[in-house]
């Protein structure tokens, strides 16, 4: 009688251990994919960016043939996306990037040979579907983390997230990622 209650307490503790185990690989394993999830959505940000930093050399370029005379537009735009693609990029140079740009497209009103510019439309519908893309992006990061976030913080997950070494999503700010990518300043000549 004795080792029939041995053998099963034994056998009790070897399954709650391999339970738990399973349990932590469970967990595991649903952050990783979680955090990939975090990770894809700021990589697709990192690429509408680079998309838009890239289109507005052309559509500048187009522009000044039309409106020579409206270089403080023009010299706005460059800055902008200047002060966007270098050093740390912020909510805020992003914002007074698109203002200018926003100035930028007003000015195909003022010239209608320029509005019908078949470059100017094709570069203004481009940055516009970019536009459209970033700002779904963003949202797909900030759903992505917020799912992340909260599989992290809950339970039973919230105790082991830490000690295996999943730290919070952070969908309030650019990411370091965006660092990297906006850096590279295009050669716009006047």
């Known amino acids: 009688m004795v080792e029939i209650f041995g053998w099963f307490w034994t ?11 399973l349990l932590v690989i469970g967990i595991y394993n649903r952050l990783v ?10 990589a697709d940000i990192d690429a509408q960016l680079r998309q838009r930093h ?9 522009v000044q043939g039309y409106a020579s005379h409206e270089k403080e537009t023009l010299d706005s735009v460059i800055s902008a996306r200047n002060a966007a693609a270098s050093g740390e990029p912020t909510s805020g140079s992003e914002q007074q990037l698109k203002l200018s740009l926003d100035r930028l497209l007003a000015l195909g009103e003022a010239y209608p040979d320029l509005k019908a510019n078949t470059n100017f439309q094709e570069l203004q519908r481009e940055l516009a579907e970019t536009e ?18 909260s599989a992290r913080e809950s339970f ?17 700010r650019l990411d370091d990622s965006e660092k990297g990518t906006v850096d590279q300043t295009p050669q716009v000549a006047f």
């Open 33 to 42: 994919a979680l955090r990939q999830n975090v990770r894809q959505g700021v």
């Open 156 to 172: 039973p997950a919230v105790l082991f997230a830490g000690m295996l070494g999943f730290k919070e999503a952070d969908f309030h």
């Open 11 to 21: 056998s009790a503790i070897v399954v709650i251990a391999v339970g738990a185990v």
């Open 54 to 62: 890239d289109l507005i050399p052309n559509l500048v370029s187009t």
């Open 132 to 149: 459209d893309k970033l700002a779904a992006a963003r949202r797909a990061l900030n759903a992505a983390a917020a799912q992340f976030n």
